[in-house]
């Protein structure tokens, strides 16, 4: 089993460390959706990441389908939450995809193109997803296999490398207690987000 993408997708990232914290065997081919578009285009003409290569040569795409589609064939246990974890994890993966977003607005349109009523809607939208994950993660009990704690870890950090000065991490302090936690962890260490 292949899985394809870059560390620095959040998605990537959290597939990678799920499977890992699950035991699950894959290698971890670093392949960029931009530099090697044709390459991936190879492996999934829709050059999605993160993209999983199954041995039969099925190709999986979407974090969560991937992960749902390995729990149900490999009876993993990635998706045991409450209803309030479900809540938290939707919150973090609507974080996740408002930071893309911003970052795709800024760095792949020139400035005078951008546009910045759809810049502060994103940052809005993202920073009410904080704020609503900050006040429910209060409580939430931890594992490092959790995959809300996963997710939001992931999430966090690539907030602070991508929206750096945009979101106050400061308000934030125990989404940041968990994710400094989950960072320390072995596997979070061998998935590590990469060096600028
Ligand atoms: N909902 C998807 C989002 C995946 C996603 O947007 N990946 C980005 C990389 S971070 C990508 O493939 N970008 C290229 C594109 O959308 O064309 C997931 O959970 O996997």
Redesign the pocket.
Known sequence: MKLY??L?????R??AISLASHQVKFELVQLS??STFNEFSQINP?????TLLLDDGTYL??????LQCLEHQQKLNCFALSVQGYQLLGLI?AL??KA?QYV?ETQLRAEELQNPAWKQRVLLQAEKACQAIEQQIQGYPFHPADQVCISLAIVWTFVEKKLSGLIAEVNYPHITQLQQQMEQTEVFQHYAYPQD
């Not at 620095?8 to 990537?12: C, E, H, N, T």
């Not at 795409?61 to 991937?66: A, K, R, V």
């Open positions: 993408g870059m620095d997708s959040p998605f990537v959290r597939v959706v931009f829709v050059v999605k990441a993160p795409m979407d974090s969560t389908l991937i993966l996740a995809e893309v795709y």
